[in-house]
């Protein structure tokens, strides 16, 4: 209504034929206002963002365990509440290494529109069995092997959510 009453007064006419090209101006603009939203892909997209392998120790029935966990910082500007991001993760040089689909639901249930989240998966798990199997030594070699070859792991290119 607004914007109708400013163009009456540019135009300041209240002649029929007037009126119509009057309502042609908003018509057009909010035509063009859907097609570009329509047709325009998040912020977020097709842009590599930095992620990275953390090495996070925990125990089970077999003893020590190392978890190798991919993390990701996201800023929901969806409108809908996230709780997956598919992704693609590259090397310092961009070259693609692998992808995955990250929970966004560890800590809370979801990420929330306008909110900021973390997104993980663990990417790869050496239990305790080769401990028994190999040894200590062996294990701690395995563990520190996988972490220098995980940690390659620089950027993520997000591909998509889940809802």
């Known amino acids: 209504m607004i914007l109708m009453q400013f163009l009456r007064k540019i135009y300041k006419t209240t002649d029929p034929e007037n009126q119509r090209s009057l309502y042609e101006f908003p018509r057009k603009l909010l035509f063009l206002a859907c097609l570009s939203f329509i047709f325009s892909t998040p912020g977020f997209a097709k842009e590599d963002w930095r992620c990275g392998v953390r090495l996070v120790f925990g125990s089970d029935g077999s003893g020590s365990v190392a978890n190798y966990v991919l993390g990701l910082q996201i800023k929901n500007t969806t409108g809908r509440n996230i709780n997956g991001v598919s992704v693609i993760y590259k090397d310092s040089s961009k070259t693609v290494i692998g992808n995955s689909l990250l929970n966004c639901a560890v800590e809370s249930p979801n990420i929330k ?27 701690t070699e395995i563990v520190n092997n996988q972490l220098k070859n995980l940690n390659a792991i620089q950027y993520c290119e997000v591909l998509g959510f889940s809802y």
Do not use: H, M, T
């Open 113 to 139: 529109p306008g909110s900021y989240g973390e997104c993980s998966r663990v990417l790869q798990k050496v239990d305790g069995a080769y401990i028994n199997s190999f040894g200590v030594q062996k294990w």
